[in-house]
């Protein structure tokens, strides 16, 4: 395993940031999901050797992060807060993180500032960088050494579309290249669109892990609302209404929108429903089909 948890705590003062966290996560990218003061950041700072923890373990590649210098080269991590020094360069700044950590190669420089794409801009100083560009400033001194692990503390906050788009392509290149890369958001459809691995923590705790779909499967009673369009749903409800998988009806024009508490169930056996009711379904959504609906009903719960 990349990481592993044994009992996590860490608090500030009075403040209670993990609480008991416990789990293990193997290689390639891992998304940390969680509202704000989900307990994200402090989760990352301790897996980046920065924060020791009040309680419980916390091991990284095999080994305890904290004050450990020589994992600490194995490990690359991105701040969600900037931490420049404005009148540097891009240049400068990346080559200065790279010696800090005793890299003396000034072709790894050239190489991170070719990975995120900010070789045009590398000689003007940070002051003048867009959102956008530091944040792949900060993905870039965390490449620089080629970490083995990677650590990205909400890499896509305020940029904008075209710029995620780019991240987002990034972090995946980096992924597909064999680096183990967790990264946190809050942004649940970022998320999906860079893994399937997710790791759910709200309020300081371990909500859930897996894939969308083994979230979706730790949860017997995750309800669906499907909305149902035929040419004719009155027929199609009187079929339904007598089901035991159906907990509500209603119909609004041609849509017949119907809850349940076995989705997969639902699915399953809608075909063969419309068939013995003689109706043709012309269109089926669910807003609750997906990982934000997910995530809203374990943290709601």
């Known amino acids: 395993m990349i990481l592993e948890a044994d009992r996590l705590s860490h608090w500030y003062g009075s403040v209670l940031a993990l609480n008991d966290v416990s789990l293990a996560l193997p290689p390639g990218i891992t998304g940390l999901l969680g509202p704000n003061g989900a307990g994200k950041t402090s989760f990352l700072r301790i897996a980046a050797g920065l924060v020791r923890p009040s309680g419980g373990s916390l091991r990284v590649l095999g080994e305890n992060?904290?004050?450990?210098?020589?994992?600490?080269?194995?490990?690359?991590?991105?701040?969600e807060q900037d931490g420049f020094f404005e009148w540097m360069t891009g240049r400068e700044?990346?080559?200065t993180l790279a010696r800090l950590r005793?890299?003396?190669?000034?072709?790894?420089?050239?190489?991170?500032?070719?990975?995120?794409r900010l070789q045009e801009v590398a000689n003007r100083a940070i002051r003048t960088y867009s959102r956008g560009m530091r944040q792949r400033l900060k993905i870039a001194q965390a490449v620089v050494h080629g970490p083995e692990f990677l650590i990205l503390d909400e890499p896509l906050t305020g940029t904008d579309p075209l710029v995620?788009?780019?991240?987002?392509?990034l972090i995946r290149k980096l992924g597909r290249e064999g680096r183990s890369l967790l990264v946190s958001s809050h942004v649940l459809h970022e998320v999906e669109a860079m893994t399937?691995?997710?790791?759910?923590l709200h309020r300081g705790r371990l909500v859930a892990?897996?894939?969308?779909?083994?979230?979706?499967?730790?949860?017997d009673l995750h309800p669906h609302t499907v909305r149902i369009r035929t040419n004719?749903?009155?027929?199609?409800?009187?079929?339904?209404?007598?089901?035991e998988?159906?907990?509500?009806?209603?119909?609004e024009e041609n849509v017949l929108e119907a809850r349940t508490r076995c989705p997969n169930d639902f699915y399953s056996k809608l075909p063969r429903w419309a068939l013995e009711s003689g109706c043709a379904i012309e269109e089926i959504t669910s807003e609750d089909d997906t990982l934000d609906a997910v995530f809203r009903y374990l943290t709601e719960r």
């Open 65 to 79: 992060p904290w004050c450990h210098s020589r994992l600490a080269k194995r490990l690359g991590y991105c701040p």
């Open 93 to 95: 700044f990346v080559r």
């Open 102 to 116: 005793g890299l003396g190669s000034d072709s790894a420089v050239e190489q991170a500032l070719e990975c995120v």
């Open 164 to 169: 995620r788009q780019d991240l987002l392509e």
């Open 196 to 200: 399937s691995q997710i790791v759910v």
């Open 209 to 219: 892990i897996g894939g969308v779909e083994t979230i979706r499967g730790l949860i």
């Open 232 to 243: 004719r749903p009155r027929e199609f409800a009187a079929r339904l209404v007598h089901c």
């Open 245 to 251: 998988e159906v907990l509500e009806l209603r119909i």
